[in-house]
């Protein structure tokens, strides 16, 4: 028997709440949902987690990243877990073995083991219903040839200030649809971003209970040398929240502070966030872009850089092809700029959702549609895949490219495995 489980010890696994900016991405990863979340914080299951590690690395802010030496008898609940403001400190050695762990065994925390044996947790994992999960195919890591991100330069401890310098509603639609284009300025203070990254925007007052609002995680929509080139500014893609995923009438808390915001206001900024989710920059790559409403921020930023190096003349071909969902065109964000763009830059694919008197059409539709030059693109190890909207996109989305890849008599799981290994199909959905 395993020194530790006999010893009643485990390495029980917790979230920073001070650093956690709940963005739900640990969640949406664990295999085996050990994890959920209140109002309050994000929380690990003791009983279910078995330390696989599969939320770390797509963690932006690393607070996922966190283990406290435990005599099982004494792990900490997920109750008690939700009503943390910060961290509990380590049990010292006396107040191990005064709960019973000998010395032996609390000097040596890499006896620790989670509550949960790897045959329970491999039982939990096969008893996971849909059979295809489309999370295990999304890159951790990025492009080989991405550039170097910089990320949690100011924590949530210590957020720095930017200034509002451009507001303006970005889609034809009323009040409760609307999407804004945000662009904030940092005047001196050092913020470097890479497309693909993201910020957390901290809303003014309080909560419910009388707490701090916690910042909320928007994606970049400028390239890396700013929305106003050579500037040290950022845009983002924000969309008002006026109703739940339920269609229920709610006010998006920071979403509508964001989108109400005159030029000249100060907002509070932390991170940035995000170290894989990050372009490719080697002559020729490829890059293919599937998204949905606000999932195309990062797609815009990627798209502008592009084309700012092409009117340069420094970029070396490399395909660009959007798919670009929403359920209307007039609640399509950017929809005249994404006109104007010229043919052969990008080839662009919409699809909408709820247009009056036609066919609902979603971004996999089209996928299919166009699957002989998506074939050609899974062959070309210089191709690129990310999809960026809501969670319920991700997994049509990959099991389009699935499809696609094995009518074109190819092995989806050679072909999705090199995808993840090497940084070439990233998911990020909300």
Not at 295 to 321: C, D, N, Q
Request: proline residues 7%; charged residues 20%.
């Amino acid at each position: 028997m395993d020194m530790a489980v006999e010893a009643g010890i485990i390495k029980q696994h917790l979230i920073d709440p001070e650093i956690c900016i709940r963005c739900n991405t640990c969640e949406a990863t664990c295999p085996v949902n050990a994890i959920t979340h209140d109002d309050n914080n994000y929380v690990v299951r003791a009983d279910i987690c078995n330390g696989c590690m599969a939320c770390i690395s797509p963690c932006p802010t690393g607070s996922i990243d966190n283990w406290r030496t435990m005599p099982l008898v004494r792990a900490y609940s997920i109750e008690e877990q939700f009503t943390w403001e910060s961290l509990p400190a380590e049990l010292s050695p006396e107040e191990l073995e005064a709960a019973g762990v000998s010395a032996d065994v609390a000097g040596d925390p890499e006896a620790a083991v989670p509550a949960q044996t790897q045959a329970q947790a491999q039982a939990a994992v096969e008893s996971l219903e849909p059979a295809f999960n489309s999370a295990q195919y999304g890159a951790t890591v990025p492009p080989w040839s991405a550039a170097h991100a910089y990320t949690n330069l100011f924590p949530p401890k210590t957020p720095t200030i930017a200034t509002v310098v451009g507001n303006f509603n970005c889609t034809e639609a009323g009040f409760d649809s609307e999407t804004h284009h945000i662009v904030l300025d940092f005047g001196v203070v050092p913020f470097p971003v890479l497309e693909g990254q993201s910020i957390g925007i901290v809303p003014p007052g309080v909560d419910a209970i009388g707490k701090r609002h916690h910042a909320r995680q928007y994606s970049v929509a400028s390239p890396r040398n700013g929305e106003r080139p050579g500037y040290n500014n950022v845009s983002l893609t924000v969309k008002r929240v006026t109703e739940d995923h339920e269609g229920e009438p709610v006010r998006g808390v920071c979403s509508n502070y964001v989108c109400d915001l005159k030029v000249g206001d100060t907002v509070q900024v932390v991170g940035p966030f995000g170290s894989s989710f990050l372009m490719p920059n080697h002559p020729r790559s490829h890059i293919v872009m599937i998204c949905t409403g606000t999932g195309s921020a990062p797609m815009r930023a990627m798209t502008e850089w592009r084309r700012r190096l092409r009117k340069s003349g420094k970029f070396e071909g490399g395909k660009l092809m959007l798919f670009f969902g929403a359920r209307t065109q007039q609640e399509l964000p950017y929809f005249g700029p994404l006109q104007s763009l010229p043919k052969d830059f990008i080839d662009i694919n919409l699809a909408f959702s709820r247009t009056p008197g036609q066919p609902k059409r979603y971004v996999q539709d089209l996928m299919r549609e166009r699957a002989a030059d998506l074939a050609a693109l899974l062959k070309d190890g210089a191709s690129h895949f990310y999809v960026c909207g809501l969670k319920s996109m991700e997994e049509g989305v990959v099991l389009a490219l699935r499809d696609v890849a094995k009518d074109a008599g190819l092995d989806w799981d050679t072909v999705g495995a090199a995808l993840k290994r090497e940084g070439r199909l990233h998911l990020e959905t909300y």
